[in-house]
């Protein structure tokens, strides 16, 4: 039981730096004063920086109810959904696959998947060094734990999924004199294929693409032009698993 408290809390602390990440990269791309460390966090209304307590929205939620200390403006309430869906996801790994390294594996690439998934839902932003994380991650957890798939399917996925999109974008250009897809779309499809292998690009592409367009169709179509396909792929990813592990 102390585990698994400790467990949650670990989760709620990933769950508020996640939170600062999805505000900071891409401000940070602008704003070149601005870095993970500097300045401390701060309330976004009055500018206050943060004690180290209020930086767990479930804390502060309990004690200010959802209200800054100083200003006494209501907090967004995304940060409180971010930290509870870590704790949330956090636990159900523990529980399942256990408090061990392998555990630990799961939830870096859950976290991964879940920075890519908001940054590229709001901004069409794929940074570079989250994406060839995903694709090291994978090569490395296949290559010596075998988790999800060989290390052969891994290579061949890590291939097959820079190159399929790679090439349909290439195709694109040519008729059209532009890219159709954003290059981070190609990395993240390497990483994916390298985390589960080539075998399940398929269905990930299937799933993703019919993902990204519902996501698409669901928008306010005055704010967005383009489809977020990164945002699309991670879910079908994630899809992908849960069907193959759960309901097959
Ligand atoms: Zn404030």
Redesign the pocket.
Known sequence: MIELLLVGFFGACIGSFSSMLLYRLPEMRTNKSLTLSSPRSY?P??Q?SLNLWMLLPIFSFLIQKGK?L??S?RINSSYLINELVHISIILLIALNVGINCIGFIYYLIFTIFYILFFLDLKHLFLPIYLNVSLILIGLLINVVFNIFTSYQEALLGLVAGFGSLWFINALFKIIKSKDGIGGGDFILLGGLGSIFGISSLGPIILLGSSFSILIYTLSDRTKREEIPLGSGLILGAIFFYLIQNIFI
Do not use: K
Request: proline fraction near 0%; hydrophobic fraction near 0%.
């Open positions: 309330c209304h009055c206050s800054c100083y200003c403006q």
